[in-house]
Every structure is written in C-alpha cells, then in structure tokens.
C-alpha cells in the first residue's frame, strides 16, 4: 500500500519560503502513469490544488500560484518537494500531498486522488 508523508516547519515567518517535503513509501514516484500534488487547505475553507510533478518529471501548477511554487523531486529518495515564497498569514493552512492520475490537472484534480497523506499544519507569523 501507498504511503504518504508530509514533512516541514510548522511555523514560518511572512516573507521567508516555506519547504515541505513529501516521502512517498510502497511505491515509486517514477511509476506510470502518477501524479504527485500538493494541496492545501486554509482554516474554514475548501481544498486548494497547488501543483504536482508527474511520473516522468514534468510539472503543473495553479496559475494562481505558479511563480510561487516549484515543486522538485529525489528520485533516489522517493520524495518530492514544494517551495512556497514570499509567504504572508494567508498561506496559513494544512498541507497535503497526495497521488492520482497524470492527467486533468487544475481546481478538481484530488477528486481522483487515491492516497493521501495525513497533511502537516503550516502557520505563518511573526
């Protein structure tokens, strides 16, 4: 079974960038035909797709947040990585990373997530 784990600071300062890493364990980050996402959810509020790396590398983002979110990955280590910049308190939120189809990226692309992990609470302040 597919297993997910969010890993990263749970308070971050305005203005620094935020790392979160994703170790991925019961299969490989490389295997066709997945995607790997992040999303995220602020406090009273829906779930938000950021971005995701597929099977072969590629990466898609939110236009939303696009020149703010590069997502990475180590193969050699099974996980894959977000940077959020610039941060301010509305990125307040938890975390997800998750896996689904290599495909349909946007707004709706978890609906077809299958594994999830358990997300980590990130708070911006001073």
């Known amino acids: 079974q597919v297993q997910l784990q969010e890993s990263g600071p749970g308070l971050v300062k305005p203005s620094q960038t935020l790392s979160l890493t994703c170790t991925v364990s019961?299969?490989?980050?490389?295997?066709?035909?997945?995607?790997w996402s992040w999303i995220r959810q602020p406090p009273g509020k829906g779930l938000e797709w950021m971005g995701a790396?597929?099977?072969?590398?590629?990466?898609y983002y939110s236009p939303s947040l696009q020149s703010r979110t590069p997502i990475s990955r180590d193969t050699s280590k099974n996980q894959f990585s977000l940077q959020l910049s610039s941060v301010t308190p509305e990125d307040t939120a938890v975390y997800y990373c998750?896996?689904?189809?290599?495909?349909?990226?946007?707004?709706?692309?978890?609906?077809?997530?299958?594994?999830w992990g358990q997300g980590t609470q990130v708070t911006v302040s001073s």
């Open positions: 790396i597929a099977y072969d590398g590629s990466t």
């Open positions: 998750a896996r689904g189809p290599s495909k349909r990226y946007g707004s709706t692309w978890y609906d077809d997530a299958d594994y």
């Open positions: 019961g299969g490989s980050i490389t295997t066709s035909y997945y995607a």
